[in-house]
């Protein structure tokens, strides 16, 4: 990783990391890398032209609670917005990738999926479809979820491997995205949590976060690493 470099000398992201620690509660340290034991990058979901933001920001939050590390955002007509109340900050903690000025969002997000070795699975009750219990977790899977009147369009279901959907039993036929959300990555963390499948975030990968998360976590950061560079 590049070494971060100011105006007034080269000090590494390291060296900063390690200065930014001592403005942080031992409880605090050991929280972040507690979270980043349990983060993961084999699932990770997609949302597509999702409109209200108390939605996004409910999926969000399942995704930070379930352990998923990363978000992708396709704005084909809607905006990526998030409602504080819901989402409880918890986008600070998660990668949020947005695919928003391409002439074909969807497409760009398609192909930088596949480029990372993702199955691409759509949620959608229409079509040649699996229960989200019986859909394999072996390989890295981006789940994929639609706005809330059309769901999953069809142009991205096409590109999709496969489709899953939730059983339900009621006089319902589906549910709002962010309980869909929810049910699907307790069923699918938790079975990937009881694998053997190498599901956790590599060294790189945990140190990257790590970094940025204490800087997160850190008040005023901005006079701190003024200070730290400057000294």
Not at 11 to 37: A, G, M, N
Not at 157 to 186: H, K, T
Not at 187 to 215: F, V
């Amino acid at each position: 990783m590049r070494a971060h470099v100011s105006d007034t000398g080269n000090k590494s992201d390291r060296e900063l990391c390690d200065y930014l620690e001592q403005f942080l509660t031992p409880q605090r340290l050991q929280r972040i890398d507690e979270v980043l034991s349990n983060r993961t990058r084999h699932l990770t979901v997609v949302l597509e032209d999702v409109f209200q933001a108390h939605n996004i920001s409910a999926v969000l939050r399942s995704s930070d609670a379930f352990g998923v590390q990363d978000v992708h955002v396709i704005e084909n007509y809607n905006p990526f917005e998030t409602h504080s109340k819901i989402a409880l900050g918890t986008d600070r903690w998660l990668t949020i990738h947005r695919y928003q000025d391409e002439a074909d969002p969807r497409q760009v997000c398609v192909d930088t999926l596949r480029r990372q070795g993702y199955r691409l699975v759509g949620t959608s009750p229409h079509g040649r479809t699996t229960t989200i219990s019986e859909l394999s977790v072996d390989e890295p899977v981006a789940l994929i979820f639609g706005g809330e009147k059309e769901g999953v369009t069809e142009e991205l279901l096409e590109e999709c491997d496969e489709r899953v959907f939730i059983p339900m039993y009621g006089f319902v036929e589906s549910l709002n995205i962010s309980v869909a959300a929810a049910i699907s990555l307790n069923e699918l963390t938790t079975r990937m949590r009881q694998s053997d499948i190498d599901w956790r975030l590599d060294e790189d990968e945990a140190d990257e976060l790590r970094r940025q998360w204490i800087r997160t976590s850190v008040r005023h950061i901005e006079a701190i690493e003024r200070r730290f560079f400057e000294g």
